[in-house]
């Protein structure tokens, strides 16, 4: 997409303000900062049209009479790029006739009825289905065994973290308070939602019960509801509130949270349930029924409780247990804090699929023109005839990966599964083992339990792909792998695959760089008033990142002018509990600490709290720093340079090939010259801004970096084929 401006239409049959629009509304902020516009056009307004143009979408059209017709016109009429259709199959049929681009059809129902509304000619029609989940697409093949697997592409609901997070304003008097979020819908099961709760009211006369509720309702809904809340023993702890917009339900969850209390969800089936997403994020622990993907977001006993629907006795028990147990509710609360694969939420950051789902459109738009399409390599389709390439990742840690498994999952040539260890050698043998004879190849994620695994049992005909990061050369797994079974190791710098080549010299030319993929499009946002003078060092965590010289930087830097400012973005070295137990780290981040604190530049030093938020984060960061030991790529750069920060690099024996040498530094001193160079140089400062971004985007961006993995995986299965 670079910097031209794109226009999305899309098209649904109702226009409320939860489900599909909130899909829509969660969406927004990747694609207007991609330069995407969006408008709308619905066949009925059940309130939500001033909350979408509210929320940024252009024009929202209202149109009841012709509403497949008027939708398919509307598209063609306005040249839009593509059109996106929600679960109204009779939009397809509409779209065929009059309209010439991309139709993406999103199918987010849980319902099977709904479902079969469709038919799989209707979905083989669209150039392709969208769904926000594995157990949809599941479901989908299941219902339409006609319909292939390629055609269907998951993308998963996008959370706006910046306002679904556990700070910020709350709603006030929610002391203990016991949620309930739905629509007064069958299959959200509702009735069961209330029955449980006001049995539990019942059990623990301090708490309250608070349901929240959207979509339509009816005189069958409505009035079931109001009896069942007047018990006189609870009717005065009881609260039902309609329809409130995203900044209000935000508040609502923390202060939800601030009270101590939790969230119940009763649903009887789900396609994704934004609902326990935005909750947890926002510090409410959850109690769920056990279907659709929901166990996806919910670790049962880890950051929730999982329970089966029409089991009330245990549904009690969990919520029980939370309101009794300080310990297990908090211990829960603080998952969400993690970047690590305890927390199942950080599958789901809005940055990861953000960036899957703007470089899904790319793909999906660039194909219906078409010359865009040539501009990759020429192997960009699979040989005629040829399956589609099936791929597995499997490892403990898959978020580095995450931008390339969304990027070959948009992809209607590539299918993408995933082999989840529990940690570096704990696995379920018979899963990998039935992944494994799936695969065309097998991509381990970190040169740890999960290569050597792999590289012992693979079948004949499967094909191995390491990618191996720094940490992995202090361990002894790369002298256990089997040899004649690694197809490609992948290193992320070209300095680094020289270190694997001397470490490992029987790989020879089969240890090869493809460099980390970096959302591009996400990071380009405009600078804030006073970036200029603001250093930026993102992760300053474990002590090779060297937070020490960063502070020397900042101290040097203040002599010259007062207005520098520091802003660390991560998590502090105390919410690292590998860091924090070595005594080593811990005495040189309280050493540092103390030095901050004592120091007169003290207020000039701002800790910014980890997050996915790294593209909100680097607008006001005029120079990104890296002063670390060693690194082996360091994404920070990679990222700062896409949103037009200047690099600031200690000199590393990675950088040259990866980053411009022009912006490495040998010592303190020199990196305070140059920074104060670069800021009074008298060539305006966006454009450097812009050349730095355009060679993030040359080098790194997700689209370029996905089509080097996906010629790189189609090689290795020609080569273990024959």
Request: glycine share 8%; with cysteine.
């Amino acid at each position: 997409m670079g910097n031209s401006r794109r226009r999305m239409l899309v098209a649904y049959l109702y226009c409320n303000r939860g489900g599909v629009t909130s899909v829509v509304k969660q969406r927004l902020r990747a694609l207007r900062a991609a330069e995407w516009e969006v408008d709308a056009i619905f066949f009925r307004d059940y309130g939500g049209a001033a909350d979408l143009r509210a929320a940024g979408v252009g024009e929202v059209r209202i149109q009841e009479r012709g509403f497949p017709t008027e939708a398919a016109r509307m598209a063609a009429e306005g040249a839009y790029d593509c059109l996106v259709v929600f679960d109204a199959p009779e939009v397809i049929g509409a779209a065929k006739e009059h309209y010439a681009g991309p139709v993406l059809y999103e199918i987010h129902t849980p319902i099977r009825a709904s479902l079969l509304k469709n038919s799989a000619e209707t979905l083989l029609q669209s150039d392709r289905v969208v769904v926000p989940s594995g157990w949809s697409k599941a479901w989908i093949l299941e219902e339409f065994p006609a319909v292939p697997a390629g055609k269907i592409a998951v993308m998963p609901n996008i959370v706006d973290e910046s306002l679904f997070q556990r700070r910020g304003p709350t709603r006030a008097e929610l002391e203990k308070t016991l949620l309930w979020v739905g629509k007064l819908s069958e299959y959200k099961n509702w009735k069961e939602g209330i029955r449980i709760g006001l049995s539990f009211l019942k059990e623990h006369r301090e708490w309250r019960f608070f349901i929240l509720t959207g979509g339509v309702y009816t005189p069958d809904t409505v009035g079931p509801l109001l009896r069942s809340l007047e018990d006189d023993e609870i009717a005065d702890r009881c609260t039902w509130v309609r329809d409130l917009d995203y900044p209000e339900m935000a508040r609502l969850y923390r202060g939800v949270a601030a009270g101590g209390g939790m969230l119940l969800s009763t649903s009887l089936r789900e396609s994704f349930c934004l609902v326990v997403h935005e909750a947890i994020r926002c510090g409410v622990p959850v109690v769920s029924t056990d279907v659709g993907p929901i166990p996806e977001a919910i670790r049962d006993g880890v950051n929730g409780f999982l329970y089966q629907p029409g089991d009330v006795r245990t549904a009690l028990a969990h919520l029980h247990a939370l309101a009794s147990e300080a310990a297990l509710r908090q211990a829960m609360v603080e998952t969400v804090s993690r970047d690590d694969a305890s927390n199942p939420l950080t599958a789901f950051s809005a940055a990861r699929l953000s960036a899957g789902y703007l470089s899904f459109l790319e793909g999906v738009v660039e194909k219906k023109e078409g010359p865009a399409e040539t501009a990759g390599p020429a192997s960009a389709s699979p040989p005629s005839g040829r399956t589609a390439l099936r791929v597995v990742f499997a490892g403990h840690d898959l978020k580095f990966a995450e931008p390339i498994m969304s990027g070959l999952r948009a992809r209607p040539d590539t299918e993408v599964r995933v082999d989840e260890w529990k940690g570096h050698q704990l696995h379920d043998q018979r899963v990998s083992r039935e992944l494994a004879e799936w695969a065309d190849v097998v991509v381990a994620e970190w040169c740890l339990g999960n290569a050597v695994w792999y590289s012992h049992n693979l079948p004949a005909g499967t094909g191995l792909v390491i990618r191996l990061h720094r940490v992995e050369l202090e361990t002894s797994y790369p002298e256990q792998l089997g040899a004649s079974r690694v197809s490609r190791v992948i290193a992320v710098s070209p300095h680094f695959a020289d270190l694997v080549r001397e470490r490992l010299p029987w790989l020879g030319q089969r240890a090869i760089y493809v460099p980390n993929a970096v959302p591009c499009a996400l990071l380009d946002k405009p600078k804030l008033s006073g970036s200029e003078f603001r250093l930026g060092l993102l992760g300053g965590v474990p002590k090779r990142k060297r937070l020490d010289l960063a502070l020397d930087i900042l101290e040097g830097l203040k002599t010259r002018d007062g207005r520098y400012l520091l802003s660390v973005k991560g998590k502090l070295a105390s919410e690292c509990p590998w860091v924090w137990e070595d005594a080593g780290e811990r005495g040189y981040f309280s050493e540092q600490m103390a030095r901050i604190n004592q120091a007169p530049w003290r207020d000039s030093v701002v800790f910014e709290p980890h997050g996915s938020d790294v593209d909100v984060w680097l607008r006001q960061i005029g120079f990104i720093l890296s002063p670390s030991d060693d690194e082996s790529f360091h994404l920070s750069v990679a990222e700062g340079m896409a949103s037009g920060a200047v690099p600031i690099i200690r000199a590393r024996a990675e950088v040259p090939g990866l980053y411009p040498v022009e912006y490495m530094y040998a010592d303190t001193r020199e990196a305070v010259d140059l920074i104060e160079r670069l800021r009074t140089d008298q060539a305006p400062p966006s454009s450097r801004s812009e050349r730095l971004k355009q060679l993030a985007r040359e080098r790194f961006d997700s689209p370029t970096v996905t089509r080097q993995w996906y010629d790189l995986l189609v090689a290795v299965r020609d080569e273990v084929t024959g």
